[in-house]
């Protein structure tokens, strides 16, 4: 095998490799989301909502639905957690948090963590983060 | 007016230009967080404390992902890698 057949298998190697660690974070972040969507109440008929921790320090509301114009359409909430702030983005503008919506965040996060420990990893929480 | 080059210690070398600076900073972060309200500052405070707290389960999060699914290592955030270390003073 030549030097550039070894390189083409390294790569092809590397890319399987890549896209199989990705679709392994995609499915455990879906099954988080599934239950992420279920700390804001009922969901409405027609739409579908996401809501999950991204990664440390970014946390993720989606939700999306066909209007009467049978276009879909879609609220991205991205919260980015920085030690003092959280800056609330949507749909990629920048947008005030509310005292009302501040509260429910940290409390949909409180809720998060012992579900998605228990139910996604199998991990029981010590009694002070239930 | 030409623009100072910021790669250039000594286009803000002034301790006033300083301060202008970091107050405009400021100005924005508090804006964006909708501190700036005279009547919204206590979410300022508010915003801090929850802000902690939601970095720590965030923190314990990627550490279970980690140490169960093998995947969410340290490095994975979407921010530059060590950014958010260097905010939390380098722990």
């Known amino acids: 095998m030549g030097i550039i057949d070894s390189i083409r298998d390294s790569l092809q190697t590397l890319r399987q490799t890549v896209a199989t660690d990705d679709n392994h974070r995609r499915e455990y972040l879906r099954r988080e989301s599934q239950i992420g969507a279920t700390l804001f109440g009922p969901i409405p008929a027609g739409v579908t909502r996401d809501f999950f921790c991204l990664d440390e320090t970014t946390w993720v509301w989606h939700e999306s639905w066909v209007d009467a114009d049978g276009q879909t359409q879609h609220v991205s909430t991205r919260y980015d957690v920085y030690p003092n702030t959280i800056i609330k983005t949507q749909n990629g503008q920048p947008m005030p948090m509310t005292v009302q919506e501040l509260e429910n965040f940290t409390k949909a996060v409180s809720a998060y963590y012992p579900l998605v420990a228990q139910q996604v990893y199998g991990v029981e929480l010590q009694p002070a983060y239930r | ?91």
């Open chain 2, 1 to 91: 007016m030409s623009s100072p080059d910021v790669l250039d210690p000594e286009a803000f070398s002034s301790d006033s230009d300083l301060a202008g600076t970091k107050q405009e900073i400021d100005r924005v972060f508090a804006e964006i967080t909708g501190a700036i309200d005279p009547d919204r500052l206590a979410i300022a405070e508010e915003l801090a404390s929850d802000s902690r707290f939601v970095l720590e389960i965030g923190a314990h999060l990627r550490n279970i992902r980690y140490n169960t699914a093998g995947f969410d290592t340290p490095g994975t955030s979407q921010l530059p890698i060590g950014f958010d270390r260097a905010m939390r003073g380098g722990q």
